[in-house]
């Protein structure tokens, strides 16, 4: 089976404001905690993975299903929680493994939890790793957290990377051959962001030279990239 014919196995989930997101094997089980939503069985949900994997995307999914309020760490202050909620029952907090050893930051994401709790909200934490990890000092939080449902969103294999690839073109009322696909899967960097930024810049190249998308094309642009990232190779 080829990559192309593999793509198009992949489901393509709506994500109204944040675009399409597909479903794939890397990611089907966070997808499935977000539908489960509202019926989660603590106030909060962990997802994590590595930066790029699409676990941002997910959360703007699930925002814009929940009407979610977003935070980051920084934005934790036992004071302000309250304000914080105000009325809303749903609130995203990205990168939360960073509350790790920051007293002030821990005590309000407990706060946090325990008003969600009281109040029938939820919280969806994202970080790069689950909450066993963060080496938090609150043993109540991490107690809470880590009874919380997780969910990881591994790295794209080749054939959500291929979907993800031709989507990303496809955006751009750019269509290229498989070749191409098969050509940039087996060279660029396993991250959704990485890949939106190489099609990008593959794009502007091709409309800037006037040219294709081709394997000779892409194979020039990346030769060019390597140089560009190290300008003296044979530097120690």
Known sequence: ???????????????????DFLVAPSNEAAVAWIDAWPNWPAPALVIHGAAGCGKSHLAQVWRVRSGAALAAPADLDPATVPELVGHSRAIVIERAHEVAGVPAQERALLHLYNIMAET????????????????????????????????AVEAPDDALLAAIIVKLF????????????D???TRTERSVDAVRVLVAELDAAALAAKRRITVPFVRDLLARRAVVSDPDPGRA
């Not at 089976?1 to 675009?19: E, V």
């Not at 000092?137 to 969910?151: F, N, T, W, Y």
């Not at 496809?170 to 696909?181: F, K, L, S, T, Y």
């Open 170 to 181: 496809a955006d751009r009322q750019v269509r290229v051959p498989i070749e191409v696909v």
């Open 120 to 151: 029938s909200g939820h919280l969806l934490l994202t970080a790069a790793y689950g909450p066993a990890h963060w080496l938090l000092k609150l043993a109540d939080l991490r107690s809470r957290l880590c009874a919380a449902p997780a969910a």
């Open 183 to 185: 050509f940039l899967i």
């Open 1 to 19: 089976m080829t990559h192309h014919q593999l793509a198009l196995d992949l489901r393509l989930r709506p994500a109204m404001s944040a675009g």
